[in-house]
């Protein structure tokens, strides 16, 4: 075999290292990230799994009604509520919730600011213009405020609270993802697919929106972090879903921190189960956000 | 009967602020496999003049505000875009001058030369790859068919420049505009490069525009050069003719600022004194006048037309020529690369 063909053959077998594997390669040794991912995939298989890893049900009383709730020891790892539920069978189901939470939400303030944020940037003109301008009266709210109206419109339902959570966050995906377009419309390759005679349907789905895409999805890890705390805290200003049993934790939090001295486990685990959560997020968000990085492309 | 013949074009850029005379009647035709050069510094409307002819000017700013692009018996102007996106890729390609920002990044080498393919030709998808793999075995891309998996990343700026040829005459096009390919690579990679190109051209019959600043590129492909100062042709004329008998006091001028190698040491640069004027108004007198050292009262007020002078094919548009006693003595650039 001569040289040239076993270089042909070496070629042949080296895989091709595209951004997105670089950006898995990069990934992959950021420590802080790792934790995090690792983290995330523990919360989602208790979440799979509540009913075999809760030890009752969630609504399920074991103890008696009181003032004065036993402590975490013996059978109740985490101890009981003043209803006498077992607290964390309670926090087990409410994994459930708060990861629904997050991917719902994130979900459709992403499918909506992805839609608004590509036809402006695209588009352009009026059109540009009237969006941009609703996003940013939008943005002018605070956004739990924002929520905490939408929700007086909508309702207090699970869902509603969720949809309310991801309606904030539409202007925050619009934005991002029209100034990625904005900035690669005019670069050469879009202008040379365009000398070539690709339609413009698939100049936005082929060439623009890939190049644009790494900042939403940064963006959006990091969005669902924020719409669990958001989450929670409507619940703590109960705002939360209406129907009491819900194990959510921001609600859990609330109904007890306003007596900490008797039962303070019942703000501390709830209140650990969020941090650890969103830490776990923000982690993996901070790890993209870096391995994602433009300018450590090769 | 011309195969492309572009008459008058002229190219504004609106905004808000001011108005950009980007081309201001540019005509010149082409005949099929002919090899014509544009030449002129930045920012003299040369690339602008290729993008509107392909309807691919920056929007909203930029606009065709007259003339014509006849192609085949149409004016490309006055297509509908759906009609023009034929033409595109398919009858007129175009290489660009960046290899290195010019290809897609997230997207393989072979998914967009097989994009044209597909569009264009109506391939299906394993004719296509076949074909793309041939396309960069003839640009020259050694073990190209197992690197049609690869990302533009992973080639040198000097290949990518031979994927965006690839790409350029995927669909066998009766035009090639090549806008600055050569700009962005090392010298050596530039001779290899106007090399692929000028043997694609001559194999292929296509015609070539090729639009550079560089007066040694144009020299060693070109027939045909146009030469290019603010947004108008100045002067036209075979590229011998015109490196030998320059008549346009810019041409002459930037001739002479181009450096040899086999002058004497002694013989100095002269570079052309003052700067490109504003085009934010329309000219009144000759563009170049406030640079020119032949100009007269007429440069300054009346605008030159182009008109033959000594051969019916050199034209000039200069009220006052360079005369024969001012031309240098032997040709002034040499080629900087001669085809194999």
């Given amino acids: 075999m001569s040289i040239a063909e076993a270089e042909a053959q070496e070629l042949q077998l080296e895989q091709p290292a595209g951004l997105w594997r670089d950006a898995l390669d990069r990934f992959r040794h950021n420590p802080a990230a790792m934790a995090g991912l690792v983290v995330l995939i523990l919360l989602i298989l208790v979440a799979l799994f509540a009913p075999l890893l809760a030890r009752f049900g969630p609504n399920q009383q074991v103890g008696p009604l009181t003032t004065d709730p036993a402590g975490p020891g013996g059978e109740f790892w985490f101890g009981l509520d003043r209803q006498g539920k077992d607290l964390y069978s309670r926090l087990i189901y409410g994994t459930r919730l708060s990861l629904l939470v997050g991917l719902v ?9 992805l839609v608004l944020g590509a036809v402006s940037g695209y588009l352009g003109g009026w059109i540009d213009n009237l969006i941009m301008r609703v996003m940013d009266v939008m943005l002018s709210i605070p956004g739990l405020l924002l929520a905490i109206g939408l929700i007086t ?52 789905l082929v060439h623009i929106l890939p190049n644009s895409l790494a900042p939403v999805i940064v963006q959006a890890t990091l969005a669902m972090a924020t719409a669990i705390i958001d989450v929670a805290g409507l619940s703590f200003l109960g705002l939360g879903p209406a129907d009491p049993g819900l194990p959510e934790w921001g609600r859990i939090l609330a109904e007890n921190a306003s007596r900490l001295e008797s039962g303070s486990h019942l703000v501390f685990f709830p209140g650990f189960a969020i941090v650890i959560s969103v830490l776990s997020i923000n982690l993996i968000g901070d790890g993209l956000r870096e391995s994602l990085d433009p300018k450590l492309r090769a | 009967m011309a195969l492309l013949s572009v008459r008058d074009l002229e190219v504004r850029f609106v905004t808000r ?23 002129g510094e930045s920012g003299c409307g040369k690339s602008v003049t290729s993008l509107a002819m392909l309807g691919i000017l920056p929007k909203p700013a930029g606009r065709v505000t007259g003339g014509s692009v006849v192609f085949q018996d149409r004016d490309l102007l006055k297509l509908p875009d759906s009609e023009l996106r034929k033409v595109r890729g398919r009858d007129i390609a175009m290489i660009f001058q960046d290899p290195m920002t010019s290809l897609n990044p997230v997207l393989t080498v072979g998914r967009q030369l097989t994009e044209a ?23 020259g891309i050694p073990a ?53 190109l000028s043997t694609l051209v001559r194999e292929e019959g296509m015609a070539l525009i090729l639009i550079t600043h560089d007066l040694g590129v144009v ?122």
């Fill in chain 1, 105 to 113: 939400s994130v979900a459709v303030g992403l499918s909506l600011g």
């Fill in chain 1, 153 to 204: 419109v909508l309702g207090r339902g699970l869902f509603q609270i969720m949809l309310a959570v991801g309606i904030v966050n539409v202007p925050i995906f619009a934005r991002l993802l029209r100034s990625g377009i904005l900035s690669q419309r005019e670069s050469d390759y879009v202008t040379a697919a365009r000398s070539l005679g690709a339609p413009g349907r698939r100049l936005l």
């Fill in chain 2, 17 to 39: 602020r001011a108005t950009v005379h980007a081309v201001n009647g540019v005509s010149f035709d082409l005949e099929p496999g002919e090899t014509l050069g544009i030449v």
């Fill in chain 2, 117 to 139: 393919l597909t569009a264009h030709l109506s391939m299906d998808k394993k004719e296509a790859v076949k074909q793309a793999g041939e396309l960069l075995d003839r640009v």
């Fill in chain 2, 144 to 196: 190209a068919a197992t690197r049609l998996n690869d990302y533009p990343h992973q080639f040198s700026g000097g290949m990518r420049q031979r994927v965006m040829i690839a790409m350029a005459i995927s669909c066998r096009p009766k035009v090639l505009i090549a806008d600055e390919p050569t700009t962005a690579l090392d010298v050596t990679i530039q001779a290899q490069i106007l090399d692929v």
């Fill in chain 2, 219 to 340: 020299a060693g492909v070109c027939r045909r050069t146009n030469v290019m100062y603010a947004g108008r042709f100045v002067e036209t004329g075979s590229t011998d003719e015109l490196y030998a008998r320059p008549r346009h006091p810019y041409t002459l001028g930037l001739l002479k600022s181009v450096p040899r190698l086999d002058a004497a040491r002694r013989e100095r640069l002269e570079p052309i004194a003052g700067a490109p004027p504003s085009n934010m108004h329309e000219a009144t007198g000759c563009p170049f006048a406030p640079r020119c050292v032949y100009a007269t009262q007429e440069s300054r007020e009346r605008m030159p037309e182009l008109r033959p002078i000594d051969r019916h094919d050199h034209l000039v548009a200069c009220w006052n020529p360079v005369p024969d006693a001012d031309l240098p003595e032997h040709e002034i650039v040499a080629a900087e690369w001669e085809p194999r």
